[in-house]
């Protein structure tokens, strides 16, 4: 079978699954040298990816409903792609996927097509044993032909974002995002207070610098107040950053230390230690794709406690939605791996 001429991929959001779907682009790109990709993404994650070499980037707004998609379907003409990749399961994504011409259109497994993604598909990729989030997005490539896979991300970090965060790292520099989303009431976020004692004893023991960030809601604001007014130094930068500014501030941090969230697979991309805190979901589907020896993991405690079952029994994937999920995480556990890194 010859390479395709065109892939188009759609994978609208999150951070962090955009995140992996920038490897599988690289991993195209080297394989398939000469098919034209164009990537449909969200608005914001767009701000991230945006001056991607040899990608086309065509960004829809989910803010604008019908209209967003009447704007991508206007972006595309009468454009038909030898190839869609519906990397995206969600209803969303499907009402986009309905408006990309293409001649082969593929999606998830049955198994993992959540909103009836199947139904807008007409081949799927492979099925797989509890993979992580990265393994389906690979699925896509393999089921392309291409079965080599490349951990490369090589985000698009301008000179002025490395700029904006070389004014902070004269020093070694802890980059603290403390909070996760909470739609759904996901519940990933830690105590405040146990940051508060994580940051002291790496600022005071390391002569650290911490850098408190985050996307600017009230929650995020609180917690930067908190940490800032009792850590030495601190720096408050919620909703101060664009996602290349705190790219650039993460590859030059000692660690980020972070939940379940974007800012541990941007530290993946530019080669940070994720210091991730996971008790709400299992880090062996969501954590970081790669190096995971610095994450602390009491999933297994959660499912236990919580759900009255081993993690081995727990469908894979599911969510310990308790409030008190996170406190399962020790102050002690964290600065274990923090005094590695800093102490290095």
Not at 137 to 152: L, N, P, Q
Not at 161 to 182: G, H, N
Not at 256 to 266: E, K
Request: with cysteine.
């Amino acid at each position: 079978m010859s390479d395709p001429r065109s892939i188009c991929l759609l994978r609208l959001s999150a951070i962090g699954d955009c995140c992996h779907a920038l490897a599988v682009v690289r991993t195209l790109q080297k394989h398939l040298p000469k098919t034209a990709l164009t990537w449909v993404i969200g608005r914001t994650e767009a701000s991230l990816m945006s001056g991607l070499d040899g990608v086309e980037l065509l960004v829809y707004d989910k803010t604008e409903g019908r209209g967003g998609r009447k704007a991508l379907s206007t972006a595309l003409g009468d454009r038909e792609f030898d190839v869609l990749l519906n990397m995206h399961a969600s209803w969303r994504a499907n009402l986009v996927s309905r408006v990309i011409r293409a001649k082969r259109r593929i999606g998830f497994d049955r198994s993992r097509a959540r909103d009836s993604q199947w139904l807008f598909s007409d081949e799927r990729i492979a099925s797989q044993h509890r993979p992580h989030v990265i393994d389906g997005m690979f699925g896509f490539a393999e089921k392309v032909g291409v079965m080599h896979r490349e951990y490369d991300w090589r985000l698009p970090i301008d000179d002025t974002d490395y700029t904006f965060a070389d004014q902070y790292s004269d020093k070694p520099l802890l980059v603290i995002s403390p909070c996760s989303s909470e739609r759904a009431r996901n519940f990933r976020n830690w105590p405040v207070d146990r940051f508060v004692a994580c940051a002291t004893a790496v600022s005071n023991r390391y002569g650290a610098r911490v850098v408190v960030t985050g996307g600017g809601t009230d929650l995020e604001k609180s917690y930067a107040e908190r940490i800032v007014a009792e850590v030495p130094d601190a720096v408050d930068l919620v909703g101060q950053s664009s996602l290349k500014q705190l790219a650039a501030l993460i590859s030059r941090s000692t660690a980020v230390l972070c939940p379940d969230s974007g800012p541990a697979h941007i530290g993946t991309a530019v080669g940070t230690p994720v210091v991730g805190l996971f008790a709400t979901s299992n880090p062996g589907r969501t954590g970081p794709s790669r190096d995971q020896q610095w994450i602390v993991d009491a999933y297994p405690q959660a499912c236990e406690k919580f759900l009255s079952k081993s993690v081995d029994d727990v469908r894979w994937g599911q969510r310990v939605r308790h409030p008190e999920a996170m406190s399962l995480i020790s102050t002690e556990a964290v600065l274990e791996k923090l005094n590695a890194l800093f102490g290095q």
